[in-house]
């Protein structure tokens, strides 16, 4: 019998390796593994391990497939192999992206679009896994990003990346070993080896160092894959006796239901915790490598099971967005009882839908199989559905966007000035939109270079530069957090006006004190603007408390100004904006058609008397306050002067930031050159 494939989450290998028993058994440890996944994710609220399994058997089925056409003396074609894996997997992922841009656009606010477009985009060329690492380790990225519909697409991205790369290997092991008259099997046995040896090294090392990165990194998973591999190419030569295979049997399906219970796997993984799921999972496919009497492989090759394996990628699939969605809709993260059965029922029941309507047909579909182009075709129709739509969609949302600005007045702060004032209606929808807030961050063009670059690796990555000027009237360092980045909104204007040379030396989190949350950074910060002597330091100077007044001097800075006063240099020390408990911009978007108030009073916002007060009587040091522009009349509102406040709970606008250069100009009229 052959060894059929069916493209699940991950999928097996298209290709058949004639003469290989085909395994009930891991059809059923298949549907194992998504059961666990799927139930884990809505009713336990972590991850089962079920994934690792995946991987792991992924691989198997590549391997053995190819590994024995090599022995035969057949062609490795990688070409064919892609084709058909991708003519396969494709088109139940795009129906299930367009079904996710839909639910989108009706059930998540505008705020989250950007995030699910560029998602999905990963999603369909099979780099999601790294845009979610990237957004993982972003201190910038929108709060909530990671709870996406499409989180889960990580799995299938490194795997698709693998489906890419191992029958590359493979091709390039058989030529090597046919070239030296080697043995294909073993040859291919030390270059899995190598891989499984370096990656799950670096594994280790990458997950206690940066664990939210490792768990999406493809190099952190290839000795998953390789140990599947591995499995595969021994497995022709492992004879046990049944009563040990029964035994490994069950210690290996114990291992796999309970690895959940036992580790924390979304914290822990895939470091060598990860071990565990994987080599249950190779036990299980040692025990069954024959029937058995009475080991697990009778119970995985039972009838629904079987049944549910073959929807085991629809389902995967399928599950995670219906449950985001309904989160959404509930306004709660836990389902409970009722709710999650409901979730899982309707999950089953849309993945046989697909299975049976998408996956089968298209795997029978005899033009497709025909010739190599004509399943390309299929490949690039797949593509083309989902692009197609949502390249439309951004493009409208674009326009609408650029016709908004043009719609009408939006002065924001300006609007405060009394003789402005008087005559400035509020008449039109307030900028920027909701799909535009990536392009608020306000951040210098340039990284650093010159007399201005840095070597130190604590500054590299935040160390930026207007473009440089040759004899600047004056050079100013912003340094600290995203409050003091967000401030050069109203910064930038002046210094293009007055020919300032700007430097930024940010860190997300890292406010400019030496008894700060950063003290390391904080030092290396102060080490480079005593070095680059400036003739102006600009810095946010406190920090305002989440929905509360207690607000407070950035720990250090008056240690910090008198250093830099001590040199000769200015100290430009900004007061911080309030901050919420609750996304302001969506809270002011909601207001515009049921005209609830957002607004929230000064004195619930920030202190009576501004902390910088402390460090005012420095000489050297200049204080600059936005709270009447941010606050007037003592109210804190969310749109002013036809500009949203606010991008989210506490970082302004760049829009309203660039709308405070007047008032900032004014305030430091006399300080710089």
């Known amino acids: 019998m052959t060894l059929r494939a069916t493209p699940d989450a991950p999928s097996r290998d298209v290709q058949s390796a004639p003469q290989l028993r085909y395994r009930h058994d891991l059809d059923g440890l298949r549907a194992l593994a998504v059961l666990l996944i799927v139930v884990y994710h809505v009713w336990v609220g972590r991850v089962s391990g079920g994934v690792d399994v995946f991987l792991m058997l992924s691989a198997f089925f590549l391997t053995a497939s190819f590994a024995k056409r090599a022995e035969a003396g057949g062609a490795i074609a990688p070409l064919a192999y892609w084709t058909k894996t991708f003519k396969r997997l494709l088109p139940a992922a795009a129906v299930v992206l367009l079904g996710v841009l839909v639910a989108t656009a009706l059930l998540l606010p505008a705020t989250r679009w950007p995030t699910i477009w560029s998602q999905t985009v990963a999603s369909l060329f099979y780099f999601q896994n790294w845009e979610l690492a990237t957004t993982a380790v972003d201190y910038y990225a929108p709060h909530g990003a990671m709870l996406s519909p499409l989180q889960h697409f990580w799995s299938m991205s490194i795997q698709g990346q693998i489906f890419v790369l191992w029958p590359i290997l493979i091709l390039g092991g058989t030529l090597l070993a046919r070239r030296l008259g080697r043995s294909v099997r073993l040859t291919l046995v030390a270059i899995f080896g190598v891989v499984f040896a370096a990656s799950l090294s670096y594994s280790v090392v990458i997950t206690a160092v940066n664990q939210q990165w490792a768990y999406f990194d493809t190099g952190a998973r290839l000795w998953e894959f390789a140990l599947g591999s591995l499995v595969a190419l021994v497995l022709p030569f492992v004879r046990l006796p049944e009563p040990v295979r029964a035994v490994l049997g069950w210690a290996g399906l114990a291992g796999i239901v309970l690895c959940g219970v036992l580790f924390d796997v979304e914290g822990g993984f895939p470091g060598y915790l990860a071990l565990w799921p994987t080599m249950c999972a190779a036990m299980l496919i040692v025990s069954g490598s024959s029937p058995t009497s009475f080991g697990p492989d009778r119970l995985l090759a039972f009838g629904p099971l079987r049944w549910l394996g073959n929807s085991a990628y629809s389902l995967y699939l399928v599950h995670w967005p219906i449950l985001v969605f309904w989160m959404a809709l509930a306004g709660r993260g836990d389902p409970g009882p009722l709710a999650g059965a409901a979730i899982i029922g309707v999950s089953i029941a849309l993945a046989i839908v697909i299975h049976l309507l998408v996956e089968r047909p298209l795997r029978e579909f005899s033009w497709g199989n025909r010739k190599k182009r004509n399943g390309l075709v299929v490949v690039a129709a797949s593509v083309v559905a989902v692009v197609v739509p949502l390249g439309t969609w951004q493009f409208q949302e674009q326009a609408e966007a650029e016709a908004l600005i043009a719609a009408g007045e939006h002065p924001g702060a300006v609007a405060l000035d009394p003789l402005i004032a008087d005559r400035f209606v509020p008449t039109v929808e307030p900028i920027p939109a909701a799909t535009m807030l990536d392009s608020e961050w306000v951040s210098l063009p340039e990284s650093c270079s010159g007399r201005f670059a840095t070597n130190d690796p604590l500054l590299v990555e935040g160390c930026a530069q207007s473009t440089e000027i040759g ?135 920030l202190a009576d008397e501004s902390p910088l007060d402390a460090i005012g009587s420095i000489d050297g040091v200049y204080l600059v306050d936005f709270t009447e522009e941010l606050c007037p009349d003592g109210d804190c509102r969310a749109v002013l002067g036809n500009v949203f406040v606010y991008l989210d709970d506490n970082h302004l606008t760049g829009t309203y930031a660039r709308s405070l250069a007047g008032s900032l100009q004014l305030q430091l009229a006399g300080v710089i050159p």
Not at 541 to 567: F, H, K, N, S, Y
Not at 573 to 592: I, K, S
């Open 471 to 605: 004899d600047p009237a004056a050079t100013v360092v912003v340094v600290g957090d995203s409050h003091s980045e967000q401030m050069m909104g109203a910064l930038i204007p002046i210094a293009e006006e007055s020919g300032w040379q700007l430097i930024s030396v940010l860190r997300g989190g890292c406010s400019f004190g030496t008894e700060g949350k950063c003290p390391e950074w904080s030092s290396a910060a102060l080490a480079y603007v005593l070095d680059v002597a400036p003739d102006a330091v600009f810095t946010v100077g406190t920090a305002a408390e989440v929905d509360g007044p207690d607000e407070q001097l950035t720990a250090g800075l008056d240690d910090v100004a008198i250093q830099i006063t001590d040199r000769g240099i200015n100290l430009i020390a900004v007061r911080d904006n309030p901050r919420f408990g609750y996304n302001m911009y969506e809270c002011a978007l909601e207001a515009l058609t049921s005209g609830a108030s957002c607004s929230v009073p000064r004195a619930l916002a």
